[in-house]
């Protein structure tokens, strides 16, 4: 898989648009907040399982009713595809 570019680039993120760019990385960021966190954790829970099945893994942190998620494709070292994807997988969970 290569790092996604251009026109092709553009467009997938044109579909994300709560995901920003990250100062410095070839990656997209998202932050969530929840009820509580027991939703938090639960989503957190489905996002796991989600990467696991794609084989393609957040970076994150939770505290207590956030989540902050990066998505970057270590493999290529930059923004892939498998990013898009997992995004797009993480925004339905979140119900947004
Ligand atoms: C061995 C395993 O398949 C690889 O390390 C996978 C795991 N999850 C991954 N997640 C992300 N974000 N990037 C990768 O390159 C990657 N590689």
């Keep these: 898989m290569a790092i996604l570019a251009g026109d092709e680039r553009r467009e997938a993120l044109s579909k994300l648009p709560d995901w920003k760019p990250v100062d410095g990385r070839d990656a997209i960021e998202r932050s969530f907040q929840f009820k509580n966190f027991s939703q938090a954790f639960g989503f957190m829970t489905r996002v796991a399982l989600a990467a696991e099945k794609m ?42």
């Design 55 to 96: 084989d393609h893994h957040p970076e994150w942190s939770n505290v207590y009713n956030k989540v902050d998620i990066l998505l970057t494709s270590h493999d290529v070292k930059g923004l892939s595809e498998r990013d898009i994807k997992l995004a797009g997988i993480i925004d339905r969970l979140a119900g947004t």
